[in-house]
T-cell receptor, first 112, second 116 residues
Framework: QKEVEQDPGPLSVPEGAIVSLNCTYS??????FMWYRQYSRKGPELLMY????GNKEDGRFTAQVDKSSKYISLFIRDSQPSDSATYLC????????????FGTGTRLQVFP | GAGVSQTPSNKVTEKGKYVELRCDPI?????LYWYRQSLGQGPEFLIY????????DSGLPNDRFFAVRPEGSVSTLKIQRTERGDSAVYLC??????????????FGPGTRLLVL
C-alpha cells in the first residue's frame, strides 16, 4: 500500500464547475500538505500548502485538511479550461528531511 | 529571474550505458532535490542536498545511482549501467534554505530519459 493514495482520473468537467480533488494518506507523521499543478511536459508548480487541519483559501482554490481522517482535498471554483492539468498532492513527514511524498496525480480536463 | 534548468531535456541511451543529468538550481538556493517521475505516476524522491552534502539519499534505488553537488550549486545525477526500467522523467527542484524550513520547492522541466 502506498503512503499517499490519489485517484488518477481522468476527471472531465465543464467550464464553471466546482472540482473536488482528494488524497488519503497512511502516515500520521505527515505534517505539511501541498498541492502541485503540473502541465504536460512541465515540472510541478506549487499551488497551496497547509499545515494544520482546516481550510485555506487562495482565490478560486481551497485546500482542506482533515488529519483525524488522514484526508486532504483541493477544491477549484469556477473552473477554467486553463485549469486543465494534473494535480498532485504532496506531503512532508518532517523527521529531519525535506523530501516530499507525492500522490499519483489526478488528471483534470475542463472543457469549454 | 531564471528558474531551475535541467540539461539535456531529452536523453536516449542504450541499456548498459552511463548517463549524466545536470541541474542548475535557482541562484542562491541552498537546498536541491532530485525526483523521478514514471509515466502516470507522481514524482518519487531520490536525494536531497543541503549545500554540498547529501542530507537524505534514502530514495536512491540502488548503487547504480549517484549524485553530486561539489560546489553547492549545480548538481549532477549519474546513472551507471542503465536499465530499461530507468526510463522516466528526472526532475530537479531547489528551495532557498532547506534544513527543515517549510518552503516552496521550485521544479525544473525535467530530463526525459529513455533507455533502449
Amino acid at each position: 500500500q502506498k503512503e499517499v493514495e490519489q485517484d488518477p482520473g481522468p476527471l472531465s468537467v465543464p467550464e464553471g464547475a466546482i472540482v473536488s480533488l482528494n488524497c488519503t494518506y497512511s502516515n500520521s507523521a505527515f505534517q505539511y500538505f501541498m498541492w502541485y499543478r503540473q502541465y504536460s511536459r512541465k515540472g510541478p508548480e506549487l499551488l497551496m500548502y497547509t499545515y494544520s487541519s482546516g481550510n485555506k483559501e487562495d482565490g478560486r482554490f481551497t485546500a482542506q485538511v482533515d488529519k483525524s481522517s488522514k484526508y486532504i482535498s483541493l477544491f477549484i471554483r469556477d473552473s477554467q479550461p486553463s485549469d486543465s492539468a494534473t494535480y498532485l498532492c504532496a506531503m512532508n513527514p518532517r523527521e529531519n528531511t525535506d523530501k516530499l511524498i507525492f500522490g499519483t496525480g489526478t488528471r483534470l480536463q475542463v472543457f469549454p | 529571474g531564471a528558474g531551475v534548468s535541467q540539461t539535456p531535456s531529452n536523453k536516449v541511451t542504450e541499456k548498459g550505458k552511463y548517463v549524466e543529468l545536470r541541474c542548475d538550481p535557482i541562484s542562491g538556493h541552498t537546498a536541491l532535490y532530485w525526483y523521478r517521475q514514471s509515466l502516470g505516476q507522481g514524482p518519487e524522491f531520490l536525494i536531497y542536498f543541503q549545500g554540498t552534502g547529501a542530507a537524505d539519499d534514502s530514495g536512491l534505488p540502488n548503487d547504480r545511482f549517484f549524485a553530486v553537488r561539489p560546489e553547492g550549486s549545480v548538481s549532477t545525477l549519474k546513472i551507471q549501467r542503465t536499465e530499461r526500467g530507468d526510463s522516466a522523467v528526472y526532475l530537479c527542484a531547489s528551495s532557498l534554505l532547506g534544513g527543515g524550513n517549510v518552503e516552496t520547492q521550485y521544479f525544473g522541466p525535467g530530463t526525459r530519459l529513455l533507455v533502449l
